[in-house]
């Protein structure tokens, strides 16, 4: 299973690195990509060693994940990125977003009937049911409401690409009890 994240300058620093520090300890094939080989979050916190979005092929992807954070400014006029969505909900691959991300999907018209979560103040009317709770998923897509969530986010993408054995191993390594 190969996962594309996206991010941009502005990002949530971490609503993006909760879930690719937990992807990376299940093993999963998580490429982190944007415009820049170097991208700075909303909080002044740069991340390095970024895959270029030219450089790749999205296609090539089985899951898309988009964080939130002030980026969603670009992601609502980028039509690389639309593309891209696109592509993921139309092939109906998986997809993950957090936070501000999932009004990106409801602004393109993919969460018309479907089930999500966002930041409380962006929702609108997307045409689907909005849930005031963490973590809502719908089919192919998991939202997330906000950075509080980011984990309990990343426990679904887990659970979604590997199962609940591959997250309970996940949970295991990080002394996660409930």
Do not use: W
């Given at each position: 299973?190969?996962?594309?994240?996206l991010?941009?300058?502005?990002?949530?620093?971490l609503?993006?690195?909760?879930?690719?520090?937990?992807?990376?300890?299940?093993?999963?094939?998580?490429?982190?990509?944007?415009?820049?080989?170097?991208v700075?979050?909303?909080?002044?916190?740069?991340?390095?060693?970024i895959?270029?979005?030219?450089?790749i092929?999205?296609?090539?992807?089985?899951?898309?994940?988009?964080?939130g954070?002030?980026?969603?400014?670009?992601?609502?006029?980028?039509?690389?990125?639309?593309?891209?969505?696109?592509?993921?909900?139309?092939t109906?691959?998986?997809?993950?977003v957090?936070?501000?991300a999932?009004?990106?999907?409801?602004?393109?018209?993919?969460?018309?009937?479907?089930?999500?979560?966002?930041f409380?103040?962006?929702?609108?009317?997307?045409?689907?049911?909005?849930?005031?709770q963490?973590?809502?998923?719908?089919?192919?897509?998991?939202?997330?409401?906000?950075?509080a969530?980011?984990?309990?986010?990343?426990?679904?993408?887990?659970?979604?690409?590997?199962?609940?054995?591959?997250l309970?191993?996940?949970?295991k390594?990080?002394?996660?009890?409930?």
């Amino acid at each position: 299973m190969k996962v594309l994240a996206l991010i941009f300058e502005g990002f949530e620093e971490l609503e993006a690195m909760a879930p690719f520090a937990l992807l990376r300890r299940a093993k999963i094939d998580l490429t982190i990509t944007s415009n820049s080989t170097t991208v700075t979050g909303s909080h002044n916190i740069s991340l390095t060693n970024i895959v270029k979005l030219s450089d790749i092929d999205y296609k090539e992807y089985d899951a898309l994940i988009i964080p939130g954070g002030a980026h969603y400014k670009f992601l609502r006029i980028s039509k690389d990125v639309h593309e891209i969505i696109s592509y993921f909900m139309e092939t109906k691959k998986f997809v993950a977003v957090i936070c501000a991300a999932p009004t990106i999907l409801g602004m393109l018209g993919y969460l018309k009937g479907k089930n999500y979560t966002c930041f409380t103040s962006m929702n609108e009317d997307f045409g689907g049911y909005y849930h005031d709770q963490g973590v809502v998923v719908d089919g192919n897509i998991i939202s997330g409401r906000s950075v509080a969530y980011a984990i309990d986010f990343a426990y679904e993408i887990i659970r979604y690409l590997i199962g609940d054995e591959g997250l309970k191993q996940v949970q295991k390594q990080i002394y996660y009890e409930k």
